[in-house]
């Protein structure tokens, strides 16, 4: 009974930064694992980032490594996605997802996904 929702996203140039962040309501995400997936157009959904529900372990995929940060904010009940160094590739719509457990690269069913917010990269 969590409800997460993404913001942030836009367009922006190649090379441009960007911020998303995932507010949630319903509970507190205190205990909760967090992760980022995306979604290119008629590509399937990916794995992006995830962090652990005390924020001191983090995973990327490949593709972001050096270039994306995830944190969370408990206080805020937010998690944010700091995106640099941006690429056309990443074009894509960005989901936020919240687990009991964890989040991973295998992950498919996660326990609560938010609705996407779309980054438009432009080259």
């Known amino acids: 009974q969590v409800h997460v929702v993404e913001s942030g996203g836009g367009l922006v140039q190649a090379g441009g930064s960007l911020r998303l962040s995932c507010a949630a309501s319903?509970?507190?995400?205190?205990?909760?694992?967090m992760g980022w997936f995306r979604q290119a157009p008629e590509k399937e959904r990916e794995f992006v980032t995830a962090?652990?529900?005390?924020?001191?372990?983090?995973y990327y995929t490949d593709s972001v490594k050096g270039r994306f940060t995830i944190s969370r904010d408990d206080a805020k009940n937010t998690v944010y996605l700091q995106m640099n160094s941006l690429k056309p590739e990443d074009t894509a719509v960005y989901y936020c997802?919240?687990?009991?457990?964890?989040?991973?690269?295998?992950?498919?069913?996660?326990?609560?996904w938010g609705k996407g917010t779309l980054v438009t990269v432009s080259s």
């Open positions: 319903g509970r507190s995400l205190r205990g909760y694992a």
């Open positions: 962090i652990n529900w005390s924020g001191g372990t983090t």
């Open positions: 997802a919240a687990d009991r457990v964890m989040i991973g690269k295998a992950s498919r069913n996660v326990d609560y």
